[in-house]
């Protein structure tokens, strides 16, 4: 059976992920990607992904079955703008997505993937704009927990 402590521990630990992976893919990202280096990227933007399915499940677990009770969580300013802050960073994440996706057979025939550099500016600054959201995030739930926005 699972406990409110649990779920919890699973909320934050892939809260944490999900901030490391966009972190390591900012870090390591440039427009010349070695193969090497491409390889760290999609496998921090797989670790993303699932940490961020985990945010979800784990987040719904905690509104409806554990916690405050999702009456607390809907009527929220604070929650309101995490779940607005997490839903833009999760939109602004496809592009650089796709585009570490379409290097895959690239980096399977041991070639470095190819950007433009217009193409490498614009992942670099959708980078920059997901960290920021996600400190966001964090305020958010910061504020949340102490009862701002009730």
């Known amino acids: ?5 649990l779920v919890a521990f699973v909320h934050h630990l892939a809260a944490f992920a999900i901030v490391t992976a966009v972190a390591v893919e900012w870090i390591l990202f440039r427009s010349d990607v ?16 699932i940490a961020a399915g985990l945010v979800l499940a784990a987040g719904a677990l905690r509104v409806f079955f554990f916690e405050k009770g999702a009456q607390f969580y809907v009527h929220n300013a604070a929650f309101a703008g995490k779940m607005i802050l997490f839903a833009a960073v999760g939109v602004l994440s496809i592009y650089p997505t796709v585009v570490f996706l379409r290097w895959r057979a690239d980096v399977r025939a041991g070639r470095a993937p190819k950007l433009d550099p217009g193409q490498a500016r614009r992942i670099g600054v959708v980078l920059r ?13 910061a504020l949340m927990a102490k009862g701002v926005g009730s």
């Open 129 to 141: 704009i997901e960290l920021i959201g996600l400190a966001g995030v964090v305020l958010c739930a």
């Open 1 to 5: 059976m699972l406990n409110s402590g």
């Open 34 to 49: 070695s193969v090497d280096v491409a390889r760290r990227i999609l496998r921090a933007d797989q670790v993303y992904g």
